[in-house]
């Protein structure tokens, strides 16, 4: 599966990476603040998205997400000439990908983790916003650090 001639996105592989990496750092993210909950042990609470392990993780969340993505930029160019304009257009289609994703699984459908829109988007500020910032960065990353010449 090659980009199109013009130096474009393949849709469907982008769709695929970005499938393969929001599960795989939403399964890094969630066992960070597990593992910081069975290290930290805090106080039992009803509200874990307020506990202090996860107020903790969630600092760590925006480079958990730039490491992640990054990975999954070189996954989505493996055999493929990457350019900063390409980079970009998938930062910004994953990142529409991920606002919307985000919206319904941790918005819209109830569960233990789900927050209501003012504290997911404003009691989670910056660190939401910094993640939105890394899977935008990550292709970049990787585009910029693919292009530097060996020494």
Not at 17 to 40: D, R
Not at 76 to 83: I, L
Not at 87 to 108: I, Q
């Amino acid at each position: 599966m090659q980009a199109d001639r013009s130096g474009g996105l393949h849709y469907a592989r982008a769709m695929e990476v970005f499938c393969l990496a929001y599960l795989t750092i939403t399964v890094v993210a969630a066992g960070f603040s597990i593992l910081l909950e069975a290290w930290l042990q805090p106080p039992p609470t009803a509200d874990k998205v307020h506990s202090a392990s996860y107020v903790l993780s969630e600092r760590f969340y925006p480079l958990l997400n730039l490491i992640v993505w990054t990975a999954f930029s070189a996954f989505y160019f493996r055999r493929r000439a990457v350019a900063m304009r390409p980079a970009l257009a998938l930062g910004g289609l994953w990142l529409a990908f991920a606002v919307v994703v985000d919206y319904v699984a941790f918005v819209a459908i109830e569960h233990p983790y789900s927050l209501n829109a003012h504290d997911f988007y404003v009691e989670q500020f910056p660190w939401i916003y910094l993640i939105y910032a890394a899977i935008v960065a990550s292709p970049l990353l990787y585009a910029a650090l693919r292009s530097r010449p060996m020494s």
